[in-house]
């Protein structure tokens, strides 16, 4: 049973471009989370998603970021026009559809943007 | 905003020492999770504590949930090289969103041979 799938593993961008990170979730789940991590520092949230619809984006900048989770393909965090504090590891979780209290998310191996 | 503040943020010590991490919060989660992340790679869950004055072992890992379910405590015991890496907590509010984390900042541990 494959665990949370990200890619790529690394991305270079260059000030200005746009950025497409994508998370596939375990087989069965139905809820997605990002998160970012800057070096040397915690997770914070970003946004929770379950197919077609947005939860909870309070974690998401205003600007240049947006999230999607389509009925069929992976979750996709796009971060557009990059800037150099974009930098950062992405990661993705996902947990099952069943839901709640106390259900365990599990983390993908992340994407780490690098904006040059 | 809740917020989890974990101490110390670094410890390096010898193999065969004991260690305690430290999760502290003002803020009630209904469950509390550690987390332990190797360089390079995606947070691997240990352990989920919910109820308070919970403990839970887990080889030479006992992880405690206050009894208030705002602090948490790792205590690793006769610590080994193979035991480095950056240990998070992660606190869940629960409600409306399941799964949405609240992160410490992390104890980055370096075991000595």
């Known amino acids: 049973n494959a665990g949370v799938m990200q890619n790529p593993r690394h991305l270079v961008r260059r000030r200005g471009q746009e950025a497409r990170l994508r998370c596939s979730p375990m087989k069965g789940h139905s809820h997605v989370y990002w998160y970012r991590q800057l070096p040397e520092e915690g997770l914070k949230f970003m946004v929770y998603?379950?197919?077609?619809?947005?939860?909870?984006e309070s974690g998401m900048p205003k600007e240049r970021f947006s999230a999607e989770f389509p009925k069929e393909g992976p979750s996709i965090l796009r971060i557009q026009q990059v800037v150099r504090g974009d930098s950062a590891a992405y990661f993705c979780?996902?947990?099952?559809?069943?839901?709640?209290?106390?259900?365990?998310?599990?983390f993908g191996q992340g994407t780490r943007l690098t904006v040059v | 905003t809740q917020l989890l503040e974990q101490s110390p943020q670094f410890l390096s010590i010898q193999e065969g020492e004991n260690l305690t991490v430290y999760c502290n919060s003002s803020?009630?989660?209904?469950?509390l999770q550690w987390y332990r992340q190797e360089p390079g790679e995606g947070p691997v869950l240990l352990v989920t504590?919910?109820?308070?004055?919970e403990v839970k072992k887990l080889k030479r890992l006992t992880f405690q949930f206050g009894d208030a379910r705002k602090d948490s405590s790792l205590h690793i015991t006769a610590a080994q090289p193979g035991d480095t890496g950056l240990y998070l907590c992660?606190?869940?509010?629960?409600?409306?969103?399941?799964?949405?984390?609240?992160f410490g900042q992390g104890t980055i541990l370096t075991v000595h041979p």
């Open positions: 998603l379950q197919k077609e619809n947005i939860i909870d």
């Open positions: 504590v919910v109820t308070g004055g």
């Open positions: 992660a606190g869940d509010t629960g409600g409306t969103s399941y799964g949405k984390l609240t």
């Open positions: 803020s009630v989660f209904s469950s």
């Open positions: 979780a996902s947990s099952p559809p069943t839901g709640g209290l106390n259900t365990e998310a599990f």
